[in-house]
Protein backbone atom coordinates (compact mmCIF):
# COMPACT_ATOMS: atom_id res chain seq x y z
CA UNK A 1 0.00 0.00 0.00
CA UNK A 2 1.44 3.38 -0.54
CA UNK A 3 1.39 6.43 1.54
CA UNK A 4 -1.11 8.20 0.34
CA UNK A 5 -3.53 5.57 0.52
CA UNK A 6 -2.78 5.31 3.67
CA UNK A 7 -4.73 6.77 6.80
CA UNK A 8 -3.77 9.29 9.67
CA UNK A 9 -3.65 6.89 12.20
CA UNK A 10 -1.28 3.97 10.28
CA UNK A 11 1.17 6.50 9.23
CA UNK A 12 1.19 7.86 12.39
CA UNK A 13 1.72 4.44 13.80
CA UNK A 14 4.36 4.02 11.00
CA UNK A 15 5.92 7.06 11.84
CA UNK A 16 6.06 5.83 15.75
CA UNK A 17 7.80 2.57 14.95
CA UNK A 18 10.11 4.48 12.80
CA UNK A 19 11.30 6.67 15.25
CA UNK A 20 11.69 3.72 17.48
CA UNK A 21 13.93 1.74 15.28
CA UNK A 22 16.13 5.14 14.73
CA UNK A 23 16.31 6.00 18.52
CA UNK A 24 17.38 1.66 18.85
CA UNK A 25 20.10 2.12 16.18
CA UNK A 26 21.56 5.68 17.89
CA UNK A 27 22.04 3.69 21.51
CA UNK A 28 23.98 0.84 19.82
CA UNK A 29 25.57 3.53 17.54
CA UNK A 30 27.00 5.27 21.05
CA UNK A 31 27.60 2.12 22.87
CA UNK A 32 29.77 1.06 19.67
CA UNK A 33 31.59 4.44 19.60
CA UNK A 34 32.35 3.48 23.29
CA UNK A 35 33.27 0.16 22.68
CA UNK A 36 35.81 1.50 20.67
CA UNK A 37 37.15 4.13 22.79
CA UNK A 38 37.41 1.61 25.29
CA UNK A 39 39.64 -0.58 22.98
CA UNK A 40 42.10 1.87 21.96
CA UNK A 41 42.40 2.60 25.24
CA UNK A 42 43.56 -0.78 26.02
CA UNK A 43 45.44 -1.22 23.30
CA UNK A 44 47.94 1.94 23.74
CA UNK A 45 48.19 0.26 27.32
CA UNK A 46 49.71 -3.07 25.54
CA UNK A 47 51.67 -0.77 23.29
CA UNK A 48 53.23 0.92 26.41
CA UNK A 49 53.88 -2.86 28.22
CA UNK A 50 56.04 -4.00 25.10
CA UNK A 51 57.89 -0.75 24.77
CA UNK A 52 58.71 -1.29 28.56
CA UNK A 53 59.17 -4.97 28.40
CA UNK A 54 61.88 -4.31 25.43
CA UNK A 55 63.69 -1.80 27.62
CA UNK A 56 63.67 -3.48 30.53
CA UNK A 57 64.61 -6.94 28.86
CA UNK A 58 67.91 -5.17 27.30
CA UNK A 59 70.89 -6.28 28.99
CA UNK A 60 73.61 -4.30 27.84
CA UNK A 61 72.31 -1.13 28.89
CA UNK A 62 72.71 0.31 32.85
CA UNK A 63 70.13 0.62 34.74
CA UNK A 64 70.09 4.38 35.00
CA UNK A 65 69.32 4.33 31.37
CA UNK A 66 66.42 1.68 31.49
CA UNK A 67 64.94 4.06 34.71
CA UNK A 68 64.91 7.07 32.08
CA UNK A 69 63.80 5.07 28.71
CA UNK A 70 60.73 3.83 30.86
CA UNK A 71 59.88 7.42 32.14
CA UNK A 72 60.14 8.63 28.37
CA UNK A 73 58.20 5.94 27.48
CA UNK A 74 55.22 5.62 30.22
CA UNK A 75 53.27 8.68 29.13
CA UNK A 76 52.26 6.93 26.04
CA UNK A 77 49.97 4.25 27.82
CA UNK A 78 47.76 6.94 29.19
CA UNK A 79 44.82 8.37 28.34
CA UNK A 80 45.89 12.00 28.19
CA UNK A 81 49.61 11.00 26.70
CA UNK A 82 50.25 14.90 26.02
CA UNK A 83 49.77 16.12 29.64
CA UNK A 84 51.23 12.85 31.54
CA UNK A 85 54.35 12.39 33.05
CA UNK A 86 56.24 10.27 34.65
CA UNK A 87 58.87 9.83 37.81
CA UNK A 88 61.51 7.05 39.12
CA UNK A 89 62.53 7.05 42.26
CA UNK A 90 65.23 4.58 43.69
CA UNK A 91 66.90 5.15 47.04
CA UNK A 92 68.22 8.84 46.84
CA UNK A 93 67.95 8.68 42.61
CA UNK A 94 64.91 10.63 40.95
CA UNK A 95 64.71 10.43 37.20
CA UNK A 96 62.25 12.03 35.38
CA UNK A 97 62.09 14.83 32.36
CA UNK A 98 62.31 18.15 32.81
CA UNK A 99 58.94 18.81 32.20
CA UNK A 100 58.06 17.09 35.37
CA UNK A 101 55.70 18.76 37.82
CA UNK A 102 54.61 17.14 41.08
CA UNK A 103 51.05 17.56 40.74
CA UNK A 104 47.58 16.13 42.90
CA UNK A 105 46.64 14.33 39.53
CA UNK A 106 49.15 11.09 40.64
CA UNK A 107 49.43 7.57 40.59
CA UNK A 108 52.10 5.64 41.99
CA UNK A 109 52.84 2.12 42.54
CA UNK A 110 55.83 0.80 44.86
CA UNK A 111 58.85 -0.97 43.37
CA UNK A 112 59.58 -3.91 45.52
CA UNK A 113 62.84 -6.10 45.44
CA UNK A 114 63.19 -8.54 47.33
CA UNK A 115 60.32 -8.13 49.16
CA UNK A 116 61.35 -4.59 50.19
CA UNK A 117 60.45 -0.83 49.04
CA UNK A 118 63.19 -0.22 46.95
CA UNK A 119 61.65 2.85 44.70
CA UNK A 120 58.50 4.15 43.17
CA UNK A 121 57.34 4.55 39.90
CA UNK A 122 54.04 7.27 39.48
CA UNK A 123 52.33 8.85 36.81
CA UNK A 124 51.00 12.30 36.75
CA UNK A 125 48.86 14.41 35.00
CA UNK A 126 49.81 18.23 34.56
CA UNK A 127 46.59 19.62 34.65
CA UNK A 128 42.58 18.66 35.62
CA UNK A 129 41.25 16.24 33.60
CA UNK A 130 37.52 15.05 34.33
CA UNK A 131 37.03 12.18 36.77
CA UNK A 132 37.31 8.53 36.31
CA UNK A 133 38.06 5.64 38.46
CA UNK A 134 40.99 6.72 40.46
CA UNK A 135 40.79 10.36 40.21
CA UNK A 136 41.35 11.44 36.77
CA UNK A 137 42.84 7.56 36.10
CA UNK A 138 41.33 4.84 34.30
CA UNK A 139 41.93 1.59 36.63
CA UNK A 140 43.86 -0.17 33.93
CA UNK A 141 45.91 2.45 34.09
CA UNK A 142 46.22 2.26 37.64
CA UNK A 143 47.50 -1.75 36.96
CA UNK A 144 49.47 -0.49 34.04
CA UNK A 145 51.50 1.28 36.53
CA UNK A 146 51.57 -1.66 39.10
CA UNK A 147 53.16 -3.91 35.96
CA UNK A 148 55.74 -1.75 35.25
CA UNK A 149 56.62 -1.41 39.25
CA UNK A 150 56.58 -5.19 38.99
CA UNK A 151 58.89 -5.67 36.42
CA UNK A 152 61.22 -2.83 37.20
CA UNK A 153 61.03 -4.69 40.78
CA UNK A 154 62.25 -8.01 39.27
CA UNK A 155 65.10 -6.57 37.00
CA UNK A 156 66.66 -4.93 40.30
CA UNK A 157 66.72 -9.02 41.80
CA UNK A 158 68.22 -9.85 39.01
CA UNK A 159 71.05 -7.09 38.24
CA UNK A 160 71.43 -7.66 42.08
CA UNK A 161 72.04 -11.24 41.91
CA UNK A 162 74.30 -10.55 38.77
Not at 37 to 48: N, Q, S
Not at 60 to 74: E, G
Not at 75 to 80: C, R
Request: one cysteine or more; aromatic letters at 6%.
Amino acid sequence: MRDKDKTKEQLITELTVLRHRVTKIETSEMAFLKLVGHLHERAKELACIYIIAQIIDDPDITLDKIYHQVVDALPSGWQYPEIARARIVIGDKEFCPLSYMDTKWKLSSDIEAHGEKGGTVEVCYLEQKPEMNIGPFLDEEWLLLSIIAGRLGRLIERRQAD
